[in-house]
């Protein structure tokens, strides 16, 4: 009989592990028969209880089978498998640091964190229990009338509060917009563009094609001729090239959309800072029957607040509910209901004020810097956090090598291209949302 | 020259669109001359200024364009699409109210509301602005690590903390999965079973087969000979015939995972809430590099916390950074770190236990109830939160009939089936989450 070192602490639970190893690894084989219960309590100087738990649970896992009158008996388990052990460890190189970084960043400190908090714990004790409620599929009908209010003030943009979706940001919301139109459809996305958008409709299974974008935005011939059923477009104000879209090609998109039940999806992503003259008028307002209108708050709040929005045409409405109805929202319904009284409360948009300013004084840097430069030509449109510079055709290797050199982080537009497009080269792309003016006028040329 | 009603409060902006308004409605055609800046400001008594912002606008936004020394134009829109109006808002009915629900529901007010909330309050100010940064893709590492103790506490589950990954939820997690082993799959899913798994990975682009459950558990030889990539089980007991899979299938279906290159997901979705005995041990621990393991807190919580986590072979974990590094996690940093708390400082421990108490309760009270009846079945493996009846050959629909003249919510095994099985009728699925002691006792029959 096997003599086991029993933990006096749990004893069933150690006697039921080391039986469990003893079958697994082929100590004991199977069909064969266990010690009565009396038996090995016996041996092991614990009480019968102790063991008949021990085997009650073998019994259950299936380790064992018993038979009436003859015992318990080892079950017949095919144990190869056993011993294999995990592989190594995989290990991330750290983020690489920039002395400035004209890619990426933020101004999250600026972000009203005493605000946020404060309106955090009066939801907590307004609300309650109830924050444990089910949040219905579309999100939290307070933040959908808070996001539609905030569409009009902010945006002109009249909206019926009903077709606002909440969801976990732009790329979550990216996904659901697929399942929605359905994977077999043909997605249109700008290019140069946000990888991002193509990757992920590419993720979530649905195919595309690229459309070029032009100073006067995306190529509407070509989005005619491409077949897409959807197109993907930031008319306000394209990433990477910065172009506008104008009213006129806005209007044949529409009726291009109009014309093959197609849809535009309007991403909308940076409109907010917009840092001269009122923002631009949105393509939704002109066709709410066939554009999805999109934006997120993780550019605007903090990129750990992954909250996005889109707001439906009805007939897409519909087939949303008919889709998810049966789930709950992902965003919690803590954030949606302190996102809502951000809104409300009119925060959000003294914080944007803020946040705009604050960019305003960093793009007079970039642009009284550039104009150090010799020959130093720029494109802006006056939307958005970033400007295009050229430097009497240098090339795009020169400018990023001399940048590289200078410890800054540089893309150019021609590393925005999602596939190859020619006249795009010798411009860099200056996103400057993790500057400050600070470090801008420190940079020595 | 046409005259405008010019709001007071924001003259240019009411310009601006009255202006835009004419274009869109035709009243200003194509290539007509818009009057001087000078001359309109005139008509209006407004400044040249007003007329010169809205002016600006209108051409940022391309409804103009301007000619120099010659003058303003209107551009050339097909505005053929304008004045579509919105369809009717659809509207949702309401849910329908239940005598008792035999098919949803949740001990929510056993929710440790006051401890949930003195954490967060806790989280606020331990972390500050700490909670605006960006969560990894894979989730905060504190609450990976608090996740992993806990399945070694609770699971007798030894795990990395750092192939945890945490995701909005059970339907979330679904669809990163299919993202990450590849739409081309074919997934092998339970039958019966909880229809949104299938409709998850449906809806995510994967094709499913339906592999039959009888009391063995999954059936292993068609799960072999289905010719699916990944299998979908819940071994610990199934939802709804509350089968518990014999260690020998475990076995067999690992081997088939490991002969093949395939994957399964052991989704231990109410393994909380075994009511007697230990929990049942992990297929995952028998082979970490074939199973997914993923468990949700929303079932444990609270419904509007959408949390849960899986916990994946490293294989697949360097794909899953491979393919969402750049992204953020889905779930709020807060909700996060107070889950940390609520794991590591034994609350989540404390709470199930109340629940297993109240749902011991509970179900000690529905099968008295079903004593009642003559000739009822029972099947219950001591697992879980349902348990199956039978009353001597009664019908399903007889059944169902007799439950919805009494006020109660009641489906049948067969209602869960995915696709046609003989020998599934005749039982029904009393899921009493939703049930309280008194509720059951106080059915007269």
New interface residues.
Partial sequence: MQTYEINAKNKY?SL??KL?GD??EGRLKKGERLPSKRALAESLSVSVVTVQ?AY??LL????IYSRERSGYFV????????G?R?????S?PPEKKFRLDLVKGTA?SL?P?ATW?RL??SV?SDC??H?????PCDGDFELKCAVASYLYRAR?IDV?P?YVVIG??A??LY?VIV?LLG?DKLFAVENPGYN?ISQTYI???ARCVYIPVGDGGVDCKRAEESGADVLHISPSHQFPTGA?????????L??WA?AGGRYVVEDDYDSEFRLS??P??STFS????RVIYMNTF?KSL?????MGYMVL???L??KY?A?F???????????QKTLAKMLDGGFFERHINRLKNHYRAVRQAVLEKAAEFKNCKIKD??SGLHILVSFDGASDKYMKERAAAMGINLKCLSDYLLEPLEGREGWAVINYTGLTPQAVSEINL
Same sequence: chains 1, 2.
Wanted: glycine share 8%.
């Fill in positions: 639970w039921y592990e469990r079958i697994l738990s009650e649970q259950a896992e299936g380790y079950s017949d388990l095919n144990v190869e498998f056993y294999r995990r592989s190594e460890p995989v991330t999250s972000f964190f908090a955090m714990r907590l309650g229990e924050l444990l409620e089910r949040v002109g019926d009903r976990a940001g790329e979550y996904g399942q994977r991002k993720l979530n299974g506008v879209t104008p009213a006129a090609s806005r209007a044949r529409i009726g109009n003259g009122k631009l008028q002109l066709c709410p029957d993780s903090a990129p750990s607040m992954r045409p009805p007939e409405y519909e509910l889709l109805s049966h789930s709950a929202n992902v965003v919690p319904l803590f954030e449109t006056g």
